[in-house]
């Protein structure tokens, strides 16, 4: 490296962003991720003590799959390359390899490959990397986005242990944001700029786990807000609002606006208003409600408010649940207000909850009733001899697969607790229940 690359490379330093600038160096400075990196879990010893198998980071942006791979490139005796899957290609692997090979040979070196975003090669690229990480050439850290278990080759997988980043706390992020302003060598000290508790609070909370976006807001805050007489820069709660470009909505997730909001959500679906269920889910989501809590209320007003009136409804929520899963934000928005409207629009019963709940209520008050004799299991030896199966009808041998016969227990057996309604789909139901019921009876 000539002095001008050495000025060059100085100079990107202090002119990296803060996120980039304020990356740990060190395991004992990562903010967050205790379960993976916290003291004496296996990750922390395996970076303690230099001895790295092939890894790959899975966790949505901002949460420290980078800065982990930074942590280790400074920690490691090996040596640490880099790579990054978009813009990569065939050639630039082979140089990678073809130099872990000489290292390897001549010094007795390993190499550490880094590759972000591994989820962007390709099925060939990754069956390139294969042999090389499974002969020890090089130590593999993948980070991704995505759901290795979907995007990864399973070869690799098998061959590598997978950790699972988390979105960082509020309370991570608050120490972050502290951190940066208080930090003159690669923060923002030199500035004395402070931060006001809603203003700090505010973006903890809709950074949603990501660090980065968090870092971002509050440098662009300091750097773009004049002094005040005091001599200082005053991070406001309205220059924050400013500096993440969301404006501030009261909206505290453990308080009554919580369950207000999410109520008057299910009472719209339930009362048929699309318009307004998809009002308070985009109100929710821009306040940074977890998807997954507003996929599991949808699932529950589709069994309880919809019911067998559209049984589809129940297929959306589930599915729409297991995509937001799946994908994860801003496309979780998308799927949620698909759901949503469908189980607003659907036609409405609640004739299950009263049938389950009856049920209940009558298995809590009353005598445990025995099972008809005919109903009992008779597979097992000993069975017929007591009676069990004996008389029992086979509805599939009858006249639409339906044969009159007294399921529930003799002491129950004029209840009814399941009255299927005249919505939607529920009428045909209750049309053919009647129908077979009748021509079974004319028999």
């Given at each position: 490296m000539d002095l001008f690359d050495y000025m060059r490379e100085q100079n990107a330093e202090k002119e990296a962003p803060l996120a980039s600038r304020l990356r740990p160096s060190t395991l004992d400075e990562v903010v967050g991720q205790s379960h993976i990196i916290g003291k004496g879990k296996m990750l922390y010893r395996a970076i303690k003590a230099d001895k790295l198998s092939s890894i790959i980071f899975y966790g949505p942006p901002g949460t420290g799959k980078t800065t982990l791979a930074r942590v280790i490139a400074n920690t490691t005796s090996a040596i640490f390359t880099q790579i990054n899957a978009t813009s990569a290609g065939k050639k630039d692997m082979e140089e990678v390899i073809k130099e872990a090979k000489d290292n390897q040979a001549m010094y007795g070196?390993?190499?550490?490959?880094?590759?972000?975003?591994?989820?962007?090669?390709?099925?060939?690229?990754?069956?390139?990397?294969?042999?090389?990480?499974?002969?020890?050439?090089?130590?593999?850290?993948?980070?991704?986005?995505?759901?290795?278990?979907?995007?990864?080759?399973?070869?690799?997988?098998?061959?590598?242990?997978?950790?699972?980043?988390?979105?960082?706390?509020?309370?991570?992020?608050?120490?972050?944001?502290?951190?940066?302003?208080?930090?003159?060598?690669?923060?923002?000290?030199?500035?004395?700029?402070?931060?006001?508790?809603?203003?700090?609070?505010?973006?903890?909370?809709?950074?949603?786990?990501?660090?980065?976006?968090?870092?971002?807001?509050?440098?662009?805050?300091?750097?773009?807000?004049?002094?005040?007489?005091?001599?200082?820069?005053?991070?406001?709660?309205?220059?924050?609002?400013?500096?993440?470009?969301?404006?501030?909505?009261?909206?505290?997730?453990?308080?009554?606006?919580?369950?207000?909001?999410?109520?008057?959500?299910?009472?719209?679906?339930?009362?048929?208003?699309?318009?307004a269920a998809v009002y308070y889910l985009a109100k929710m989501l821009y306040a940074g409600e977890e998807p997954a809590f507003i996929a599991r209320r949808i699932m529950i007003c589709a069994a309880e408010d919809v019911s067998n009136a559209d049984p589809m409804a129940l297929v959306v929520a589930v599915n729409a649940s297991l995509a937001v899963e799946r994908i994860g934000m801003p496309e979780s928005q998308i799927i949620l207000a698909q759901a949503a409207s469908y189980v607003a629009c659907a036609p409405k019963s609640n004739s299950a909850v009263t049938a389950i709940f009856d049920a209940m209520e009558t298995v809590k008050t009353t005598r445990t009733a025995p099972i008809p004799p005919y109903l009992m299991d008779a597979h097992y030896p000993g069975a017929v001899g007591l009676g069990h199966g004996i008389g029992y009808k086979y509805a599939h041998d009858y006249k639409n697969h339906y044969v009159k016969q007294q399921y529930l227990p003799e002491e129950l057996k004029d209840r009814t607790f399941y009255r299927p309604s005249d919505n939607g789909y529920e009428k045909t139901i209750k049309e053919y229940m009647r129908r077979i019921r009748e021509e079974a009876e004319e028999e």
């Open positions: 070196k390993r190499t550490i490959l880094f590759v972000d975003e591994i989820h962007r090669f390709n099925k060939g690229q990754q069956d390139y990397l294969l042999p090389f990480v499974e002969d020890g050439t090089v130590i593999l850290i993948g980070a991704t986005t995505e759901n290795p278990y979907f995007e990864v080759n399973g070869a690799l997988i098998s061959r590598s242990v997978i950790f699972e980043l988390k979105p960082l706390s509020a309370e991570d992020i608050r120490v972050l944001i502290k951190r940066a302003l208080e930090n003159e060598e690669k923060g923002l000290g030199a500035y004395q700029a402070v931060i006001d508790k809603d203003a700090l609070d505010f973006l903890a909370d809709v950074a949603n786990g990501d660090a980065r976006s968090a870092l971002n807001a509050i440098e662009l805050g300091v750097l773009t807000t004049e002094r005040s007489e005091d001599g200082l820069i005053h991070i406001t709660l309205p220059v924050a609002s400013e500096c993440i470009q969301k404006r501030v909505v009261r909206y505290d997730k453990s308080g009554d606006n919580h369950y207000d909001n999410i109520s008057a959500f299910i009472k719209s679906m339930r009362g048929s208003d699309p318009d």
